[in-house]
């Protein structure tokens, strides 16, 4: 998945969230409607201006909205995109204790 398409993702989840329309959404980001759509189905690459925008908007920080982003955006084939895939689907406490796992197989190593 690229990058663009899993902000736009992002920005459509939180946007849903908050029960808002493109229309009302894009009124709040004072962007024109018809760009929120291109970019929530990663069409358009946003500037740093409107991602600014639809962060505040969303009340979300810039953090926030592009956390692990990197990851996510690796191919579908990619090892590192298939472990974080399934982990992302696990319960925290299990997350940290398949981590400790990994780490002690590193060390052995």
């Known amino acids: 998945m690229s990058i663009t398409r899993e902000l736009g993702q992002r920005i459509r989840f939180y946007r849903k969230k908050m029960k808002l329309s493109q229309e009302q959404f894009a009124e709040m980001c ?13 069409e358009k690459n946003a500037t740093i201006e409107s991602i600014y925008k639809i962060s505040s908007a969303l009340n979300v920080s810039l ?12 191919p579908d084939n990619d090892p590192l995109s298939k472990i974080s895939r ?3 689907q696990l319960p925290t406490e299990t997350q940290e204790k398949i981590c400790n796992i990994l780490q002690e197989i590193l060390q052995l190593l």
């Open 86 to 88: 399934s982990l992302s």
């Open 30 to 42: 004072d962007l024109h409607p018809t760009y929120i759509g291109q970019i929530e189905r990663g």
């Open 63 to 74: 953090e926030n909205l592009f956390n692990n982003i990197e990851v996510l955006a690796a």
